[in-house]
């Protein structure tokens, strides 16, 4: 009889790991439950020897005469997205699942995710289960999209969570392009009136700097800030300046990303940041909103999909991108394994609103958890939309005020001086 080794959760939500004879792999997977385990990964275990070392030596001369394509870059989430909905429909229709994965490997043009699934097919041919297959290629499939596979294949509703994974995805996408669409505008604007003053400084306030000379005035004080400002942005302020201000302007948007990066590398700056920008008025509000429907759907998709509550809020804080949050969701899953409730330290931690906290107290109470965590996601995904439209109705007055500004004491720094002149000259006409 063949020997499956699994892994599963215990009652106090720790892993274990073990090995059982049956069958075949739903038999497996009912003596695991009837030890009061929950299994989520179950694997038959091959005998080494010649045989698998023949099969090993074919698979790699398969692999070698296939071959990889070169590319360059990753997988993109709207090319995984379509794939993934595309498998679920396959599978649907009860095509055998390596079968699935060369039709779909066989479809894709020369990319990143065609090397992928040649990967993956060659895995699962070779007898790996799907979900450790994909694990095999996190760059493209990550913690949560494995796990929710595992349960699939688990319960035997692979099509279905496929099809959850993908609107999953989806709307995930639909949240981002919101963001990112908004900030688009904003951040043109700013980039093009850089441009258009850092020019103005270069080329234009040299001249009347020439002309102010030539007529000896006696300059106003914003006008000699603004010159000195033109002097360091064309690199003649003193002699000791290595580099034009120009090249500093140009290329702070780069340092600053850089810089921006390099502290979320570490764990105190990457705290830090998180807790700054949540506090940032209007901006803060719209990612705290965009932070909750991201992580209430996603443990709300893991819960519905079967994988264990504990391992769901574990995925779900490695998968949420922000400290304040994963600080939240390792304090609940602190409560849960002790037998407590998940609303009581999400409140506590004051990362929610005070409704989301409810909702989910509802839920445990229900039995709907996932359902009512589902909920919460759809509905701060409209407010983010209104977050979204908030932040772009302060921001264009707001920008209208500062371009002004410049142009005022642009404006002012150079016709003051002039009109000064015309006094000189009227009086000395006069006499």
């Known amino acids: 009889m063949p020997t499956f080794a699994f ?18 792999a739903e038999e497996a997977i009912k003596k695991v439950r009837a030890q009061g385990l929950f299994p989520s990964g179950v694997k038959e275990q091959k005998i080494s020897g010649s045989g698998g070392a023949v099969a090993k030596k074919v698979r790699d001369t398969k692999k070698k005469k296939k071959g990889f394509n070169f590319v360059i870059g990753g997988v993109s989430t709207k090319k995984l ?5 595309q498998l679920s429909t396959l599978q649907d229709a009860g095509l055998p699942l390596l079968r699935s994965l060369q039709i779909l490997e066989s479809q894709q043009k020369p990319s990143a995710l065609k090397n992928v699934l040649q990967g993956v097919a060659e895995e699962v041919e070779s007898g790996t289960s799907l979900s450790e297959s ?64 850092t020019g103005i400084m270069y080329f234009v306030i040299p001249k009347f700097q020439e002309i102010f000379e030539d007529f000896d005035v006696e ?30 302007v140009l290329a702070s948007p780069v340092l600053i990303f850089l810089f921006f990066k390099l502290v979320r590398k570490t764990e105190p700056g990457r705290a830090i940041t998180d807790i700054v920008i949540l506090r940032v008025p209007v901006l803060g509000t719209m ?26 809020i574990i995925i779900t804080r490695d998968t949420s991108g922000n400290y304040v949050f994963e600080k939240a969701l390792t304090k609940v899953h602190d409560s849960i394994r002790e037998g407590e409730t998940f609303a009581g330290p999400l409140r506590e931690s004051k990362v929610c609103d005070l409704i989301v906290v409810n909702m989910i107290d509802v839920g445990e109470e ?66």
Do not use: H
């Open 7 to 24: 892994e599963a959760i215990n009652n106090a939500g720790k892993k274990t790991t073990g090995s059982i004879e049956a069958g075949s």
């Open 219 to 248: 300059l106003p004080k914003l006008t000699l800030m603004m010159i000195d400002i033109s002097k360091w942005i064309a690199g003649t302020s003193s002699k000791d300046q290595v580099v034009p201000g120009v090249i500093w």
């Open 366 to 431: 229900t039995g709907d958890l996932d359902v009512m965590l589902m909920k919460i996601a759809d509905n701060y995904d409209e407010e983010v939309d209104v977050a979204v439209a908030s932040l772009l109705s302060l921001l264009e007055p707001f920008m209208v005020v500062v371009l002004g500004g410049i142009v005022l004491m642009i404006v002012l720094a150079l016709f003051l001086p002039l009109v000064s002149m015309i006094e000189s000259v009227s009086n000395t006409s006069k006499k």
């Open 287 to 312: 990612l705290r909103k965009t932070a909750i429907a991201r992580f209430t759907r996603t443990l709300g998709t893991l819960i519905s999909a079967g994988v264990p509550i504990l391992e769901a």
């Open 81 to 85: 997205c379509l794939f993934t909905r």
């Open 134 to 197: 994909m694990a095999k290629f996190p760059k493209a499939f990550d913690r949560l999209y494995t796990k929710m596979v595992a349960a699939g294949e688990v319960g035997g509703v692979l099509d279905v969570i496929l099809q959850r994974l993908a609107d999953f995805m989806e709307k995930g996408q639909r949240l981002k392009r919101r963001i990112i669409g908004a900030l688009i505008y904003p951040t043109v604007v700013i980039f093009i009136a850089v441009l258009i003053v």
